[in-house]
């Protein structure tokens, strides 16, 4: 089982270049989301979808975009990376939207924005 | 709008000691109550959550966790502390019902490091 994949690991972008982070799971989840986890400040919400073509904002979703065109795949993109985008982004997945599910994680992307 | 509070930002241990961690909720209507853990250079992985019942839960390694709707409180808990606990523990709440959407308000973390 794969679970929840992220691509790349790793990644340096200079400012104002663009780049999309790449998620993907294989559990067949209706719920998808992406948190960026900076130091002292948990992991914060950017994005979610609750089903195929469906997406929402969450907790800090400036300058970022998502979309959900097939359950799989919820790729996350920055327009025009900034400095403050420089995080440890992570994708999350799970069964359905309902709260009782716990997410399942993958293993994060290092993002350096110079 | 909901918030939650983890008091401890960083814990040093000795390997058995006990330990609890600190986690405080705002909102006032039903929740659900996760702990993750992150090991260094890992993914979040899940300990244990509440939904309902018995208030005090038990999750994996050990490790449990007592709700106290009183006082908006999810205090996780580990009679003897192993090295191969030194990692990062995170708090989160969402609201419970069919309205909810899944959203997951996590807290600040706490580092917890165990000396062998």
Redesign the interface.
Known sequence: NAGVTQTPKFQVLKTGQSMTLQCAQDMNHEYMSWYRQDPGMGLRLIHYSVGAGITDQGEVPNGYNVSRSTTEDFPLRLLSAAPSQTSVYFCASKTTPDGNQPQHFGDGTRLSIL | AQS?S?HN?HVILSEAASLELGCNYSYGGTV?L?W?VQYPG?????LL?Y?SGDPLVKGIKGFEAEFIKSKFSFNLRKPSVQWSDTAEY?C?V????SS??????????TTLQVKP
């Open positions: 939650v983890q930002h659900n996760f993750y890992q993914h979040l992985q899940l959550k939904f995170f989160a969402n609201k419970a019902g909810n959407t899944g959203k997951l308000i996590f807290g600040q973390g």
